[in-house]
């Protein structure tokens, strides 16, 4: 079992930053690859950012490269998202999400952070 907890989420104006934590517990070991997936009211969940645990397979959705940032921390067992340039469409619930080493799905989830960017 892998548990997620998202912190750092918050309300900022239109050009500010937020940076997001996601601390993992239990069966850590386990884990292939952490994202950051996103979904806005009315709308389905979205990616957004992913990480391999060497940090060396880093992927971003279109709508945020350039300005979102992911990484981790393996000895704290924690992924991070920087957000940059942050616009209104970037309003969401964030949710922090895992995988195994033998899926192809992120199994694991967060309970989610709100983030809202005002004008």
């Known amino acids: 079992q892998v548990q997620l907890v998202e912190s750092g989420g918050g309300l900022v104006q239109a050009g500010g930053s937020v940076r997001l934590s996601c601390a993992a517990s239990?069966?850590?070991?386990?884990?292939?690859?952490m994202g950051w997936f996103r979904q806005a009211p009315g709308k389905e969940r979205e990616f957004v950012a992913s990480?391999?645990?060497?940090?060396?397979?880093?992927n971003y959705a279109d709508s945020v490269k350039g300005r979102f940032t992911i990484s981790r921390d393996n000895a704290k067992s924690t992924v991070y998202l920087q957000m940059n340039s942050l616009k209104p469409e970037d309003t969401a619930v964030y949710y922090c999400?895992?995988?195994?080493?033998?899926?192809?799905?992120?199994?694991?989830w967060g309970q989610g952070a709100q983030v809202t960017v005002s004008s």
């Open positions: 999400a895992a995988r195994s080493l033998t899926s192809s799905q992120y199994t694991y």
């Open positions: 990480i391999t645990w060497n940090g060396l397979s880093i």
């Open positions: 239990g069966r850590t070991f386990s884990t292939s690859r």
